[in-house]
């Protein structure tokens, strides 16, 4: 597992999929659940809590050895699980993303249905980074923990590695820098998966912001049809207007903002 974990760039964010994530509750129960969906940061990356090699308190674990557990508060409510994986000296980690329950469904679903009027599917427990940390009772308790020592209370069993094309890869999702990187890796066609649906909700917002500005910059610009000879609104038509139609009415803007943040992303991974 440790050699794993310590490959070159974002390779130990591909090779934790299909792993199992196990959590030892103080009551005793077993939870355990397989990891679909990772993101992978670096401390050359502007993205991570670790850029630009800067050591802090908070941060101090993502310079450990592979294997330990780094723990971090996400807008200052969900606690958000990453796995050390780079040499002793090198701040890395291994965003846990989503994963798909195994065992212990009953005890993720009480703690994930907290506050909720019911009961949430058992594919959406741990969907996304502040899930996980909640279905499976993370807290910073755990933060530095030895996840490759099965004996500890957060540990990693590693699983068999997929072939290439079970395996998707994309940019990271809630991030406001080195956007571009495809280091979000993730199994396909695995429901569990947090991304795919998050970002088809936010191409859908896009597409409503665009098309409410279109309509709104060609309303007054368009050629109107009457009884009789044509004649055209006192603003001449130009390239963005719509051409011998009936103008069309302006959509309502939509009431809450429509600012991509990470808010509607969910929780900003590091």
């Not at 101090?60 to 409510?77: D, E, K, Q, T």
Request: hydrophobic content about 35%; aromatic content about 4%; charged content about 25%.
């Amino acid at each position: 597992m440790e050699a794993l974990l310590l490959q070159p760039g974002p390779l130990p964010a591909r090779a934790l999929l299909n792993s199992v994530l196990h959590r030892r509750l103080p009551t005793g129960v077993h939870l355990a659940a397989r990891i679909v969906e990772t993101e992978y940061y670096h401390e050359t990356d502007p993205a991570s809590h670790s850029y630009p090699g800067r050591r802090t308190p908070s941060n101090a674990v993502m310079f450990g050895p592979p294997g330990l557990a780094y723990i971090y508060r996400s807008h200052g409510i969900h606690w958000c699980l990453n796995c050390t994986a780079a040499p002793d000296g090198e701040a890395s980690g291994v965003l846990i993303r989503a994963v798909e329950p195994l065992e212990g469904v009953e005890e993720m679903t009480k703690r994930r249905s907290r506050g909720q009027k019911k009961a949430i599917a058992t594919h959406k427990l741990g969907s996304g980074p502040g899930n996980v940390g909640q279905a499976l009772g993370v807290d910073i308790s755990l933060g530095g923990m030895n996840m490759l020592d099965d004996g500890s209370e957060l540990w990693i069993e590693q699983g068999e590695q997929l072939p290439e094309e079970s395996i998707g890869v994309s940019p990271r999702i809630g991030i406001t820098r080195a956007v571009d990187k495809p280091w979000r890796f993730f199994i396909k066609d695995n429901a569990s998966v947090s991304g795919p649906k998050i970002v088809k909700a936010a191409v859908e917002v896009v597409k409503k912001v665009k098309v409410s500005m279109k309509i709104k910059t060609t309303k007054l610009n368009t050629v109107t049809k009457v009884r009789g000879p044509k004649r055209r609104s006192e603003e001449s038509s130009d390239a963005t207007a719509v051409e011998d139609t009936i103008p069309v009415p302006e959509l309502k803007r939509p009431r809450r903002s429509m600012r991509l943040s990470s808010r509607f992303f969910g929780a900003e991974a590091r």
